[in-house]
């Protein structure tokens, strides 16, 4: 009248983790390439300079773009 309850025996919990190798090493890229933007961002040259308003900016944010996409990959 009581059912005992079994388990299978050969249950493999393998840990997986959430992300591949491969989405490690594009959110390693993101981030380079975020702080190669910040780089390019200092400096004590014209405040006004193309490098500073512009390129190092849209640089931080194509980082970040790439990082949401390394995130996303499936």
């Given at each position: 009248?009581?059912?005992?309850?079994?388990?299978?025996?050969?249950?493999?919990?393998?840990?997986?983790?959430?992300?591949?190798?491969?989405?490690?090493?594009?959110?390693?890229?993101?981030?380079?390439?975020?702080?190669?933007?910040?780089?390019?961002?200092?400096?004590?040259?014209?405040?006004?300079?193309?490098?500073?308003?512009?390129?190092?900016?849209m640089?931080?944010?194509?980082?970040?773009?790439?990082?949401?996409?390394?995130?996303?990959?499936k």
């Open positions: 009248m009581t059912e005992k309850k079994t388990s299978p025996v050969n249950q493999d919990r393998k840990s997986e983790l959430v992300f591949t190798k491969k989405n490690y090493q594009l959110l390693l890229i993101s981030i380079a390439i975020v702080v190669f933007g910040f780089i390019l961002m200092i400096g004590t040259t014209d405040i006004y300079d193309f490098r500073k308003t512009l390129l190092a900016p640089v931080v944010l194509f980082g970040f773009g790439f990082g949401v996409y390394a995130i996303l990959k």
